[in-house]
C-alpha cells in the first residue's frame, strides 16, 4: 500500500515540477492529491526505498511516469477508503497477516545474518562430507565443487542453527493454551 502512495506522489511530483533533478527544499510539498501532501524529504525516501527494494533505477522520465503512478495510486486509495473499504474487517486481517509475516521474515534474516557471521565450515568438513557422498557428485572433482560444497554446508549449519534458535524461543515463553481440545503435545507440555 505504501509502494502505491509512493508511486502516486511522484507521477504528480514530476508532471508538477517538469521533472527537474533537485527536489524541493525538505519541507516543502512538492506533490498534493486531494489534499494528500507530500514533502520533497518524504519523495526522496521513496525513490531511494524503490530503488533499493526493486533496482530500479530512476531517470528524469522513469521518476515522471512513477509520480503519475503514484498519483493514480493515491486517487484510487482515496476512493476506496470513500467507499470505507479499509474498514471491513478482511482487509485488516490481511494487513495484519502482510505486517507479521514481514516482521518475522525480517527477524529470521537478521538472525540468519548473525548466525552466518559466527559460522565456520573447515576443509575438512567439505572434504568428508564430499567422501561420504560421492555417489552423488558422478564423479566429478572435489575442486571443481568445493565453493558450492562449502556454501551447502554453511546453509545448512545456518538453517540447524536457526530452528534450534526458534526452538529455545519456544521453550524459554511462558506459553498457556487454556482450551484442551486445542493443546498440542509438545516436549514441554504433555497435557
Same mark, same amino acid.
Given at each position: 500500500?505504501?509502494?502505491?502512495?509512493?508511486?502516486?506522489?511522484?507521477?504528480?511530483?514530476?508532471?508538477?515540477?517538469?521533472?527537474?533533478?533537485?527536489?524541493?527544499?525538505?519541507?516543502?510539498?512538492?506533490?498534493? &492529491?486531494?489534499? =494528500?501532501?507530500? $514533502?520533497?524529504?518524504? @519523495?526522496?525516501?521513496?525513490?531511494?526505498? #524503490?530503488?533499493?527494494?526493486?533496482?530500479?533505477?530512476?531517470?528524469?522520465?522513469?521518476?515522471?511516469?512513477?509520480?503519475?503512478?503514484?498519483?493514480?495510486?493515491?486517487?484510487?486509495?482515496?476512493?476506496?477508503?470513500?467507499?470505507?473499504?479499509?474498514?471491513?474487517?478482511?482487509?485488516?486481517?490481511?494487513?495484519?497477516?502482510?505486517?507479521?509475516?514481514?516482521?518475522?521474515?525480517?527477524?529470521?534474516?537478521?538472525?540468519?545474518?548473525?548466525?552466518?557471521?559466527?559460522?565456520?565450515?573447515?576443509?575438512?568438513? &567439505?572434504?568428508? =562430507?564430499?567422501? $561420504?557422498?560421492?555417489? @552423488?557428485?558422478?564423479?566429478?572433482?572435489? #575442486?571443481?565443487?568445493?565453493?558450492?560444497?562449502?556454501?551447502?554446508?554453511?546453509?545448512?549449519?545456518?538453517?540447524?542453527?536457526?530452528?534450534?534458535?526458534?526452538?529455545?524461543?519456544?521453550?524459554?515463553?511462558?506459553?498457556?493454551?487454556?482450551?484442551?481440545?486445542?493443546?498440542?503435545?509438545?516436549?514441554?507440555?504433555?497435557?
Amino acid at each position: 500500500m505504501m509502494r502505491l502512495i509512493f508511486l502516486i506522489v511522484v507521477g504528480v511530483f514530476f508532471s508538477i515540477s517538469g521533472c527537474h533533478n533537485d527536489l524541493a527544499e525538505d519541507g516543502q510539498v512538492v506533490v498534493r &492529491v486531494n489534499g =494528500y501532501e507530500i $514533502k520533497g524529504s518524504d @519523495l526522496e525516501s521513496l525513490f531511494k526505498f #524503490e530503488g533499493k527494494n526493486s533496482n530500479y533505477h530512476f531517470s528524469n522520465g522513469t521518476k515522471a511516469d512513477f509520480v503519475k503512478q503514484l498519483v493514480k495510486t493515491q486517487l484510487l486509495i482515496q476512493e476506496a477508503k470513500k467507499r470505507k473499504l479499509d474498514q471491513r474487517e478482511g482487509f485488516r486481517q490481511t494487513i495484519q497477516r502482510y505486517w507479521e509475516s514481514t516482521l518475522i521474515r525480517d527477524l529470521i534474516a537478521e538472525q540468519a545474518r548473525h548466525i552466518r557471521e559466527t559460522t565456520t565450515v573447515s576443509p575438512e568438513e &567439505v572434504e568428508e =562430507y564430499y567422501r $561420504k557422498n560421492n555417489t @552423488l557428485f558422478k564423479d566429478r572433482p572435489l #575442486e571443481e565443487l568445493r565453493a558450492s560444497l562449502f556454501k551447502s554446508l554453511e546453509d545448512q549449519k545456518v538453517s540447524a542453527e536457526l530452528r534450534r534458535w526458534t526452538e529455545k524461543l519456544e521453550s524459554d515463553a511462558d506459553i498457556e493454551i487454556i482450551d484442551v481440545n486445542l493443546r498440542v503435545k509438545t516436549k514441554r507440555n504433555s497435557s
